[in-house]
């Protein structure tokens, strides 16, 4: 199958391009049917039955220590990521899965020459395939990354997820390795004051022996910590009942951190394990009458708002870009995460509009996946 869906990226980038003479010609510069990606970056794409193969052409050093990673974030995709020369004639790593129990794609490759590189994103059995969705590509190169701890953290303020945090939403989960390269992990979810939440650690593979974190965003404060969840296992658990509305990070680690001999895979779980909500918004967090103009910025994708509404409320949120284009995604939610309705845009502008169940508090949860220029946001309910 591996063979199949080599032979099919070959063809799809040659099409894509201005024909074979035109992309066979271009051996130092990125083929025309790519886009473009350095390292830190994350970009999102589409799967669709019109687009099967998305290419991506990055410039690499000798020695450097790469790491792409393939998200599915929306539909059912089941990606599958191949790291090529510009040429797609030679194929140096590919993933489907990253562990049984996980879709998303994953490649560590250390590169040989100092070149430009390919990057094909598809889904598994390439145009023969059926699943289709939204996914998030992100490009690393550990060699430049900071040696202890491996992770890439500023300063969060009010409702914002800080740099090198994957988002955590209570009732999903997610899967990682931890190992002597990366033994540590750092994850970003929003708390809401007086809701009691679970973090689980589960050794899915190996010997992990994982331990749990809930820090303030800034890393400054350790708020609470677990090691094993009882005395017959080694998976670690935390209950936490957040003292105010706001950003929190969940470290998940191996014992011992860089001096542990454990390594594996886990999956992690937020789960919120309160049924009643808060009464009101935070004051901080309320979104504002007269609206908000978003500075965007590429190491803060997450803005969090709060909206005190009644039963009947009919609300209407409104972005539009400044310059350039939206790339966002909006998700109304009850006080405790439950969804309402949510939208999403690459035009200019994005309007959502919901009718709100119950008096109370309700979340908008804003996914920024550009970071730059600014975004006008209104949000108004008529009774």
Known sequence: MKIIVWSMAVIYLLLAGSGVGSVAAQTSDCPQATQPIAY????????????????????????????IDVEAMRGN??????????????????????????????????????????ISVTRIHGNK??????????????????????????????????????????????????????????????????????????????????????????????IDSNDNASTR?????????????????LLVARADLDKGKTAGEYRLSLDNRTTNTPGTCADALTFPSQGVTLERAKDVFLHVYCYNGTAGERVTFSATAQKGSLDMVLFITAANLDPIEQGESKDTSLDV???????????????DLTGSGQIDMTFTGVS
Do not use: W
Request: with cysteine.
């Open 233 to 249: 296992t080694r998976d670690a658990r935390l209950d936490f009942v957040p003292d105010a509305d706001g950003v929190y990070l």
């Open 353 to 367: 509009t919901a009718t709100l169940p119950d008096d109370g508090p309700y979340l908008l949860i804003v996914f």
């Open 77 to 118: 995709l089941d990606p599958y990521v191949m790291l090529s020369d510009i040429k797609v004639e030679n194929f140096y790593a590919e993933n489907d899965n990253l562990s049984p129990r996980n879709l998303d794609s994953h490649i560590d490759f250390t590169l040989e020459e100092d070149a430009r590189y390919v």
């Open 40 to 67: 830190g970056d994350q970009i999102t794409g589409d799967i669709t039955s019109d687009t099967v193969f998305v290419f991506y052409c990055f410039q690499g050093q000798k020695g450097d220590q790469i790491v």
């Open 129 to 222: 395939g059926d699943t289709l969705g939204s996914f998030r590509l992100t490009l690393e190169n550990q060699a430049t990354s900071s040696p202890s701890p491996h992770i890439n953290v500023s300063a969060g303020e009010g409702g914002q997820c800080v740099a090198g945090s994957n988002m955590l939403i209570p009732g999903y989960a997610i899967s990682s390795v931890l190992d002597d390269d990366n033994y540590l992990r750092s994850y970003c979810f929003y708390g809401l004051k007086g809701m009691e939440y679970r973090m689980s650690v589960e050794t899915t593979k190996d010997d992990l022996d994982p331990m749990v974190f809930v820090t303030t965003p800034d890393l400054q404060t350790v």
